[in-house]
């Protein structure tokens, strides 16, 4: 029991990464119906945006607590800024044309600007794994378990809270955003019909690039705490964190922020679980199946509803 409560939190916390890639994917979707296959790398960008403003100020785990939260709130911010300025630019020069294009043109353009950040990053940067020493270091000792084999600590690490906390406190301020604000009811129009809300008053051109906006922030916030919990990236984290995090949000149904969240957590859950308990090399593996089982039961995904087409 106490293993399992232990994975238990390893796997909320890295479902909690992934929730906040997913979101992005779901906003996007909900609005112009389109799969953001660049926001993953999007999300990679981000990760070392925050590792280059992190060496500039030069910030060390030796670095006093009250100037370390100082200096982390300003890589947070710088980083947000910078990827959401990267994510606005993407919308604008390879999405924004063809929007009136057929279906498939999109989704060719958006596995091509994905490429192109990945090499980007790879050729900027060197495709040597680009590691940072932990920051955040210690947990709470939630309980200690003694057998006769031995003993066992349940543990939450300091960085795991942060991360929990953090992407409770979005998921709440999001949610807020879309129901409550003038954005949010923009960004509800152009989900129900993009042309009757421009005739409406409300403009689309940049209602939407404000969803990539707030999508790509989202995404920066993840590389900075998955950066901070791992402790290493490369240029290619990008894109199987992007996959993960697609499936959650088709999981959770996509157009779903809860359903995006909900999805990244049950993502979490099974990889962590399955490789505390199975086989390490299989985790992907069990998350992609039961990805399949649900679609098969539940085609709209857990929290989304389904689409009706009007003849």
Known sequence: MDYFIQQLINGVTLGSIYGLIAIGYTMVYGII?????????IFMVGAFIALIVVIALGITAATPLLLLILALGLVLVIAMALTAVWGWTVERIAYRPLRGSFRLAPLITAIGASIALQNFVQISQ??????????????????????????????ISYMQILIIVTTLALMVGFTLLINKTSLGRAQRACEQD????????????RTISLTFVMGAALAAVAGLMFLLYYGVIDFYIGFLAG????????????????????????????ETFWSGYFSLEYKDVAAFSILAIVLIFMPEGLLGKPEVEKV
């Open 33 to 41: 119906g389109m799969i953001n296959f660049a926001h993953g790398d």
């Open 243 to 270: 996959v993960k995090a697609f499936t959650a949000a088709v999981l959770g149904g996509i157009g779903s922020l809860p359903g995006a969240m909900l999805g990244g957590l049950l993502i979490g859950l099974i």
């Open 194 to 205: 993009r042309k009757m809300a421009s005739l409406l008053g409300v403009n689309v051109d």
């Open 126 to 155: 060197g495709a040597r794994n680009k590691p940072l020493q932990p920051l955040i270091s210690g947990n709470f000792k939630l309980w200690e378990t003694v057998t006769p084999e031995g003993s066992f600590v349940v543990q």
